[in-house]
């Protein structure tokens, strides 16, 4: 089995288990095993684009030294770090532009901390999704065992996976890639012309009013041209859409909640793995009614 | 040796950064000069006459002149030379404008020492010039037109009235071009099949033109005054003699095909008419979506034709000629509005590029109905232009325009459609433009300066939300419309790169064609006798591709008219003791003017044919022995000049 290190990130370690888990298993499945990083801290959330606010790449350099120490001890297979969170993947992907593009700077960093061994450079991120691209659909295809035809799921991007495109792992105005999964797991895929628009982010702690209006529209653009449920691949969108769900019904009252999945609990429940690592109770609105009404 | 030099002050252009009198002075030291002045204008009436005399009173034998590019006054102060009897090619000029007082126009020590020295390299090159001798060569009175769009047709036209003979050769089965598909044309909105049709019906009318259509420029060797073309032709497999246009043929036919003029939004047979003004008004079978002729799967139209016109034992044939000069007028290029997904062009059903809306409104009959389009209309601009995403810089120039043309059209239609355009600058520069945008807005056509940043489709209704701020009042606009026309631009023709690669022409950044000199050779390109017409040098509204066709044409006229033309003498040569005939400048040479020929002895030989051969030099760079030098730029003059320059 490959190895591959593993960022997880902070939100997969606590509400975003059942993505963590899920994912793992479903990696398992394709014949890649992911080895979490030692000793890894924040990625930094949220990429600082001050050209010379260089201490807030620090968080993210020092994971890459565990990638690289973790290569020069020979334990996995890959340069490369996998993450699974969108935000991460973003912040840890800007950072390693930053530190490609910009060898002096890279020098500041190294100077800086002295209790690490330098970042010699090189190590570039990945997301689950794009690892999924590299293998190929037909190669998902192949190890579905339980059919989700019925199941009319929306994807939703959000922002992180797509912006700025030096980051996107995909089209930035036409992205494809959940649907090409969703498709070879056998999911009746809606498209929504809200899929990469903002979930409203951060401005959950702040501004939950803006965070309210952004996933009702959201999930009632998905919901009108069929949807039963959003997939997504970030933590932090799952927690807008979903659990501001209660909020939402306050304000308009026939709202009716609807699930959102994280795209590894869906390839999960293709792939006919045991039910536990999907960790439906973590999900802010519960899914099973759904699976069960349409035997799933 | 007896050397002139002279120092232009170019009105100020030069002498108001370089110092020309240290120039003179540095000039006075240099050996076998005998001479040396300078003077306000050199290219002048007087200037011209000073240096005449000059030349005479003081016996000069050779000259330098420090001034322009010689890109720029080159042709004059030769001229001067041949008028005082002297060569033209022991002329040097040292370009001390556009390399010294231009470009370090804040550096005015540097820049006379640059004059300075590139004025002494001038002079260690002239020492060494020889005289050369231009040859002449025979020109006859044939010509070449690529593409029957209204560019081709008047160059065509203009030609064939002046007594040329014109070989018009168009890949369409009828000319016209995009000009036949227009509703109308702005700003005077006169329609345009009306004013277009008389000029295509003169085509087959003047008998100096060989109409070709149907047919495709194959291949094209030679040289000025000697272009061999092969064309190929497709059979239409209905004789356009015997064919009376009764269309008998056309509703037996069971195959259905997107009708190209009409933008795909009406459906044509296999065996179709392109227009009602097609020329030549005759039908044609499309054997790319005919159920087959070989072997023979359906005769249905065969059978229906009382005339006895079709006939399909027809193959496509190759037809040679040779002309004299070649007009290429090759056009455009929609933008494929599905390059901006955002728009949804292609995936929902009520957008439309703004060539489909010309169809709309141009061609009631058949397709879709103006009255269908809804009362709500935006259009777009700048799709597919001014657009570094798409990697499209340049402003299509035509589509401000259009937008106006339309958006009036579809409010006369329906003084009640709610019409607005959304753009980024409004380009109003041509005659009439603005007078015709200002009473377009008085006539309720809203503008919005802005770029829409998405549609979203209603999936019930199937209106469109656009989304779009506002840049002038600094708001969000999201707002439903019925009908969205998206202003695509201009791109080059797909058919523009096999013309380019036959006789490789240089193309611009933007794709399109590159001319010789943007501001005094417009319509010529580096290949002599190759001229340009149209929109295959840049994005051009109707009256600039006509006034430029009118121009290539007369361009042709000037190197034809005289019977006989004088080619440049700077090529190359190759010095026969000690060519080893490797070869190696055969395959480098980009003009194909280098053969190796055999020699009696066994042994093989560089031979250069003067005529193709452009002196770009590039043999006498690859030539490991040497013996390939350029007359004009041989290794000793080189050698001199980088002396004077060190």
């Given at each position: 089995?490959?190895?591959?290190?593993?960022?997880?990130?902070?939100?997969?370690?606590?509400?975003?288990?059942?993505?963590?888990?899920?994912?793992?298993?479903?990696?398992?499945?394709?014949?890649?095993?992911?080895?979490?990083?030692?000793?890894?801290?924040?990625?930094?959330?949220?990429?600082?684009?001050?050209?010379?606010?260089?201490?807030?790449?620090?968080?993210?350099?020092?994971?890459?030294?565990?990638?690289?120490?973790?290569?020069?001890?020979?334990?996995?297979?890959?340069?490369?770090?996998?993450?699974l969170?969108?935000?991460?993947?973003?912040?840890?992907?800007?950072?390693?532009?930053?530190?490609?593009?910009?060898?002096?700077?890279?020098?500041?960093?190294?100077?800086?901390?002295?209790?690490?061994?330098?970042?010699?450079?090189?190590?570039?991120?990945?997301?689950?999704?794009?690892?999924?691209?590299?293998?190929?659909?037909?190669?998902?295809?192949?190890?579905?065992?339980?059919?989700?035809?019925?199941?009319?799921?929306?994807?939703?991007?959000?922002?992180?996976?797509?912006?700025p495109?030096?980051?996107?792992?995909?089209?930035?105005?036409?992205?494809t890639?959940?649907?090409?999964?969703?498709?070879?797991?056998?999911?009746?895929?809606?498209?929504?012309?809200?899929?990469?628009?903002?979930?409203?982010?951060?401005?959950?702690?702040?501004?939950?009013?803006?965070?309210?209006?952004?996933?009702?529209?959201?999930?009632?653009?998905?919901?009108?041209?069929?949807?039963?449920?959003?997939?997504?691949?970030?933590?932090?969108?799952?927690?807008?859409?979903?659990?501001?769900?209660?909020?939402?019904?306050?304000?308009?009252?026939?709202?009716e909640?609807m699930?959102?999945?994280y795209?590894?609990?869906?390839?999960?429940?293709?792939?006919?793995?045991?039910?536990?690592?999907?960790?439906?109770?973590?999900?802010?609105?519960?899914?099973?009614?759904?699976?069960?009404?349409?035997?799933? | 040796?007896?050397?002139?030099?002279?120092?232009?002050?170019?009105?100020?252009?030069?002498?108001?950064?370089?110092?020309?009198?240290?120039?003179?002075?540095?000039?006075?030291?240099?050996?076998?000069?005998?001479?040396?002045?300078?003077?306000?204008?050199?290219?002048?009436?007087?200037?011209?006459?000073?240096?005449?005399?000059d030349?005479?009173?003081?016996?000069?034998?050779?000259?330098?002149?420090?001034?322009?590019?010689?890109?720029?006054?080159?042709?004059?102060?030769?001229?001067?030379?041949?008028?005082?009897?002297?060569?033209?090619?022991?002329?040097?000029?040292?370009?001390?404008?556009?390399?010294?007082?231009?470009?370090?126009?804040?550096?005015?020590?540097?820049a006379?020492?640059?004059?300075?020295?590139?004025?002494?390299?001038?002079?260690?090159?002239?020492r060494?010039?020889?005289?050369?001798?231009?040859?002449?060569?025979?020109?006859?009175?044939?010509v070449?037109?690529?593409?029957?769009?209204?560019?081709?047709?008047?160059?065509?036209?203009?030609?064939?009235?002046?007594?040329?003979?014109?070989?018009?050769?168009?890949?369409?089965?009828?000319?016209?071009?995009?000009?036949?598909?227009?509703?109308?044309?702005?700003?005077?909105?006169?329609?345009?099949?009306?004013i277009?049709?008389?000029?295509?019906s003169?085509?087959?009318?003047?008998?100096?033109?060989?109409?070709?259509?149907?047919?495709?420029?194959?291949?094209?060797?030679?040289?000025?005054?000697?272009?061999?073309?092969?064309?190929?032709?497709?059979?239409?497999?209905?004789?356009?003699?015997?064919?009376?246009?009764?269309?008998?043929?056309?509703?037996?036919?069971?195959?259905?095909?997107?009708?190209?003029?009409?933008?795909?939004?009406?459906?044509?047979?296999?065996?179709?008419?392109?227009?009602?003004?097609?020329?030549?008004?005759?039908?044609?079978?499309?054997?790319?979506?005919?159920?087959?002729?070989?072997?023979?799967?359906?005769?249905?139209c065969?059978?229906?034709?009382?005339?006895?016109?079709?006939?399909?034992?027809?193959?496509?044939?190759?037809?040679?000629?040779?002309?004299?000069?070649?007009?290429?007028?090759?056009?455009?290029?929609?933008?494929?509005?599905?390059?901006?997904?955002?728009?949804?062009?292609?995936?929902?059903e009520?957008?439309?590029?703004?060539?489909?809306?010309?169809?709309?409104i141009?061609?009631?009959?058949?397709?879709?109905?103006?009255?269908?389009?809804?009362?709500?209309?935006?259009?777009?601009?700048?799709?597919?232009?001014?657009?570094?995403?798409?990697?499209?810089?340049?402003?299509?120039?035509?589509?401000?325009?259009?937008a106006?043309?339309?958006?009036?059209?579809?409010?006369?239609?329906?003084?009640?459609?709610?019409?607005?355009?959304?753009?980024?600058?409004?380009?109003?520069?041509?005659?009439?433009?603005?007078?015709y945008?200002?009473?377009?807005?008085?006539?309720?056509?809203?503008?919005?300066?802005?770029?829409?940043?998405?549609?979203?489709?209603?999936?019930?209704?199937?209106?469109?939300?656009?989304?779009?701020?506002?840049?002038?009042?600094?708001?969000?606009?999201?707002?439903?419309?019925?009908?969205?026309?998206?202003?695509?631009?201009?791109?080059?023709?797909?058919?523009?790169?096999?013309?380019?690669?036959?006789?490789?022409?240089?193309?611009?950044?933007?794709?399109?064609?590159?001319?010789?000199?943007?501001?005094?050779?417009?319509?010529?390109?580096?290949?002599?006798?190759?001229?340009?017409?149209?929109?295959?040098?840049g994005?051009?509204?109707?009256?600039?591709?006509?006034?430029?066709?009118?121009?290539?044409a007369?361009?042709?006229?000037?190197?034809?008219?005289?019977?006989?033309?004088?080619?440049?003498?700077?090529?190359?040569?190759?010095?026969?003791?000690?060519?080893?005939?490797?070869?190696?400048?055969?395959?480098?040479?980009?003009?194909?003017?280098?053969?190796?020929?055999?020699?009696?002895?066994?042994?093989?030989?560089?031979?250069?044919?003067?005529?193709?051969?452009?002196?770009?030099?590039?043999?006498?760079?690859?030539?490991?022995?040497?013996?390939?030098?350029q007359?004009?730029?041989?290794?000793?003059?080189?050698?001199?000049m980088?002396?004077?320059?060190?």
């Amino acid at each position: 089995m490959k190895k591959i290190p593993y960022y997880p990130g902070c939100t997969l370690k606590t509400t975003g288990k059942n993505f963590e888990d899920s994912a793992i298993a479903t990696a398992k499945v394709l014949g890649l095993k992911l080895l979490e990083i030692d000793r890894w801290n924040c990625c930094g959330t949220v990429t600082s684009l001050t050209q010379d606010d260089l201490i807030h790449h620090i968080a993210s350099v020092r994971n890459f030294i565990r990638v690289q120490e973790m290569n020069e001890r020979g334990e996995v297979d890959d340069y490369r770090l996998l993450t699974l969170c969108s935000m991460c993947y973003n912040t840890l992907k800007s950072v390693s532009n930053v530190m490609q593009e910009r060898p002096d700077d890279l020098d500041k960093i190294n100077n800086f901390m002295d209790r690490e061994e330098d970042y010699k450079g090189g190590v570039t991120v990945v997301h689950l999704l794009e690892l999924i691209r590299e293998m190929g659909f037909d190669e998902i295809k192949s190890k579905v065992k339980k059919s989700l035809g019925k199941l009319k799921v929306s994807p939703y991007y959000g922002c992180t996976l797509l912006r700025p495109k030096e980051v996107a792992l995909d089209d930035p105005e036409v992205p494809t890639i959940m649907e090409d999964l969703l498709n070879a797991i056998g999911v009746d895929v809606i498209d929504s012309p809200k899929k990469s628009m903002c979930c409203g982010s951060y401005q959950t702690v702040r501004n939950p009013k803006t965070v309210v209006r952004l996933g009702y529209e959201i999930i009632e653009s998905a919901r009108k041209r069929g949807a039963e449920a959003l997939v997504t691949s970030c933590p932090l969108c799952a927690f807008n859409l979903d659990d501001r769900q209660k909020e939402i019904k306050l304000e308009h009252p026939d709202f009716e909640r609807m699930p959102v999945f994280y795209f590894t609990q869906l390839t999960a429940l293709a792939f006919g793995l045991k039910k536990d690592v999907n960790n439906f109770d973590l999900n802010f609105t519960d899914p099973r009614p759904l699976l069960k009404k349409k035997k799933i | 040796m007896r050397i002139g030099v002279y120092v232009c002050h170019c009105g100020g252009n030069i002498s108001e950064v370089v110092d020309i009198n240290k120039v003179v002075e540095a000039a006075k030291l240099e050996g076998d000069v005998v001479l040396v002045k300078d003077n306000s204008h050199l290219c002048s009436n007087d200037g011209q006459t000073l240096m005449l005399n000059d030349i005479k009173e003081y016996k000069l034998d050779k000259v330098v002149v420090s001034a322009c590019s010689p890109q720029f006054q080159g042709l004059t102060f030769m001229r001067v030379m041949e008028t005082a009897g002297l060569n033209p090619y022991v002329l040097e000029m040292a370009n001390i404008r556009e390399q010294c007082s231009w470009a370090h126009y804040n550096f005015p020590k540097e820049a006379t020492d640059k004059a300075i020295d590139l004025t002494k390299i001038a002079i260690s090159k002239v020492r060494l010039d020889t005289p050369l001798d231009s040859k002449k060569m025979p020109i006859g009175k044939r010509v070449l037109v690529v593409g029957a769009g209204i560019a081709g047709i008047q160059a065509s036209l203009d030609l064939g009235d002046a007594g040329f003979k014109v070989y018009l050769v168009e890949k369409e089965p009828s000319i016209g071009g995009h000009m036949a598909q227009l509703s109308k044309t702005f700003p005077t909105e006169d329609c345009s099949a009306c004013i277009l049709s008389p000029k295509m019906s003169d085509v087959p009318a003047n008998k100096n033109i060989e109409l070709m259509t149907y047919s495709q420029v194959e291949s094209i060797t030679g040289y000025l005054g000697n272009y061999e073309v092969t064309v190929n032709k497709r059979p239409t497999y209905v004789d356009p003699v015997k064919c009376t246009a009764c269309g008998d043929c056309v509703p037996v036919c069971p195959i259905d095909v997107p009708d190209e003029y009409n933008e795909g939004l009406s459906l044509r047979k296999a065996i179709y008419i392109t227009s009602d003004i097609a020329v030549p008004h005759s039908y044609v079978l499309d054997t790319d979506h005919c159920l087959g002729l070989f072997p023979l799967a359906c005769s249905k139209c065969r059978d229906a034709c009382e005339a006895d016109a079709i006939n399909y034992d027809l193959y496509p044939e190759k037809v040679k000629f040779t002309v004299d000069t070649i007009i290429i007028a090759t056009g455009f290029d929609i933008f494929d509005a599905k390059k901006k997904p955002m728009f949804g062009f292609g995936k929902f059903e009520n957008v439309y590029n703004a060539l489909e809306m010309e169809r709309i409104i141009g061609c009631e009959a058949e397709g879709k109905k103006l009255a269908e389009v809804g009362k709500k209309i935006a259009l777009i601009q700048c799709v597919g232009s001014r657009d570094e995403q798409i990697n499209r810089e340049y402003c299509s120039r035509v589509c401000c325009m259009y937008a106006t043309k339309l958006a009036q059209l579809m409010k006369r239609s329906d003084p009640k459609k709610d019409i607005s355009i959304f753009y980024t600058d409004m380009r109003t520069y041509g005659k009439g433009f603005e007078e015709y945008y200002k009473r377009a807005q008085k006539s309720g056509v809203k503008y919005i300066r802005g770029r829409v940043a998405e549609i979203e489709e209603n999936p019930d209704t199937k209106k469109l939300k656009l989304k779009v701020e506002d840049t002038l009042s600094r708001s969000f606009i999201e707002s439903e419309f019925d009908t969205v026309v998206l202003s695509v631009g201009l791109e080059p023709n797909k058919g523009t790169e096999t013309i380019r690669d036959i006789l490789r022409i240089s193309k611009s950044s933007d794709g399109f064609l590159q001319e010789a000199h943007p501001k005094f050779r417009p319509v010529d390109t580096l290949i002599e006798g190759v001229f340009l017409a149209g929109t295959v040098q840049g994005p051009k509204d109707i009256p600039d591709a006509v006034a430029q066709a009118s121009a290539a044409a007369a361009r042709a006229i000037r190197l034809m008219n005289q019977g006989e033309y004088e080619a440049e003498p700077i090529t190359a040569w190759v010095d026969e003791d000690i060519c080893a005939g490797c070869g190696i400048c055969v395959g480098i040479c980009p003009y194909d003017a280098i053969t190796s020929e055999e020699q009696s002895d066994g042994t093989r030989l560089a031979v250069v044919n003067e005529i193709l051969c452009k002196g770009c030099g590039s043999c006498s760079g690859a030539c490991p022995t040497g013996a390939s030098q350029q007359k004009w730029f041989d290794i000793t003059q080189l050698r001199a000049m980088l002396e004077a320059a060190l």
